[in-house]
């Protein structure tokens, strides 16, 4: 009794799983990915980043305010006012803006990186949650159909048709059937709650259901010949752009920033000097003590890690979009074999079981054939969520820098 009991206790769990995803709301790959896009957790730095890169822009572009000094002197005048106004001179303004705007185009493209990252981990979550799906429900038919199986050995049996052996060897394998229907159902449900998170909703428990299903292989876009352009290999670029400017920005900033100096004079008790006397001079600071040489030294090493990060990234991108090349290529091609598989395993079941109805095989030969069946069939759907997950992955490798960025 308890072997006959135990692939039931199976099949209840395992329906249970299955039954609970599918009371949440309904959510498709693109409901997921744009959630991703707008809740995930990983694009607050990113925005962060972008939101300090348009500071800085915004404070190298201002002008320093001026300074007014007031002085008092024994010597006539006694009073003395004067405004200095930092000279904002061209040649240190524009290497000083172009290198704030250089920063900003670099945090523009890792923000968008970072985007595409994040709507790819959703739609490749999504994928492995369809795949465990598919592979849960998989599961749950081979339960039932080993526990079919074991009520035909046990009908076989009492009609002198079949052994106990049978019987038994049937009751195993329907508890060994149970048995992965309540682990893929787990499975299941731990990868929605995945997808939950990535979302950004709740993980404590299963509140979606999965709308779409891994019917087709998807379009994938067309093979970059050029990586230069690619947004890690652009953004890098832009940085080390910024990195050269802050170099000649600091070269040229030897001399410090001159200035006007403009006032007046007044107060001569002797009335010797009535009135206002205006006074005008240029503030020169004087390298005496430094020549901004540590500022020059900081600014030449982040230029050389700038250039060594530039190609880091266009070799890890041109490896990467190789690699997912590769693999979209590989999964498709599995898919179109498994394809061919699939329909001739499923035959040789079928006749198996008709051969064992009718007594012209043997018990282990149904079971041997019901298990190609469904390994195959299990292979199916994980090479066809592997061609899902490489054409996300080429998607974001294959994006370019957009020539409106800023």
């Known amino acids: 009794m308890r072997l ?9 769990v395992a ?18 990915v744009a959630a991703a896009a707008a809740r995930g957790p990983r694009l607050a730095i990113a925005r962060a980043d972008t939101a300090a890169a348009a500071a800085q822009l915004l404070t190298a572009r201002q002008w320093q305010n001026p300074t007014l000094s007031a002085s008092y002197s024994k010597a006539t005048p006694n009073y003395h006012y004067t405004l200095e106004l930092p000279l904002d001179l061209p040649y240190q303004r524009r290497p000083r803006i172009g290198a704030a705007a250089a920063a900003q185009r670099a945090a523009w493209y890792r923000y968008a990186w970072e985007q595409a990252a994040a709507q790819m981990e959703a739609d490749t979550t999504y994928t492995r949650a369809l795949a465990a799906r598919a592979i849960a429900e998989l599961s749950a038919r081979s339960a039932r159909d080993a526990d079919s199986l074991r009520t035909m050995a046990v009908t076989r049996r009492d009609a002198g048709d079949a052994s106990d052996m049978d019987v038994a060897l049937a009751t195993v394998s329907a508890g060994q059937a149970a048995n992965q229907a309540t682990t893929d159902s787990l499975a299941f449900v731990s990868a929605v709650l995945d997808l ?11 509140d979606i259901t999965l709308a779409d299903s891994l019917a087709g292989l998807p379009v994938a876009p067309a093979e970059q010949s050029e990586a230069s352009r690619l947004l890690p290999v652009a953004a890098a670029a832009a940085q080390l752009e910024a990195a050269s400017l802050t170099t000649t920005l ?35 600071p004087l390298p005496l003590f430094n020549r901004n040489r540590g500022p020059i030294a900081q600014a030449r090493a982040g230029e050389a890690r700038a250039r060594a990060e530039l190609t880091f990234a266009d070799v890890q991108s041109r490896a990467e979009l190789v ?14 074999r498994d394809r061919q598989l699939v329909t001739q395993a499923d035959r040789v079941a079928a006749m198996a079981l008709t ?11 149904v079971l041997e ?17 592997d061609a899902w997950i490489a054409c996300a992955e080429l998607k974001v490798l294959t994006l370019t820098a ?5």
Request: no cysteine; charged share 20%.
């Open 4 to 12: 006959v009991l135990l692939p039931l206790v199976g099949l209840a």
């Open 15 to 32: 329906a249970h799983g299955v039954a609970a995803q599918e009371r949440g709301q309904a959510v498709s790959r693109t409901d997921a």
């Open 196 to 206: 939950q998170s990535v979302m950004g909703l709740g993980a404590s428990r299963v």
């Open 250 to 284: 600091e070269q040229r900033s030897v001399f410090g920033t001159l200035g006007i100096v403009a006032g007046i004079e007044t107060g001569d008790p002797s009335g010797g000097e009535p009135g206002r006397l205006p006074t005008f001079g240029l503030a020169v």
């Open 323 to 336: 690699r997912a090349q590769r693999e979209w290529r590989a999964a498709s091609a599995k898919v179109a």
């Open 355 to 365: 051969a064992y109805r009718e007594g012209a095989a043997s018990l282990p030969n």
């Open 369 to 385: 054939a019901q298990r190609i069946a469904r390994d195959v069939l299990a292979e199916y759907v994980r090479d066809m969520a």
């Open 402 to 406: 957009a020539p409106s960025a800023p």
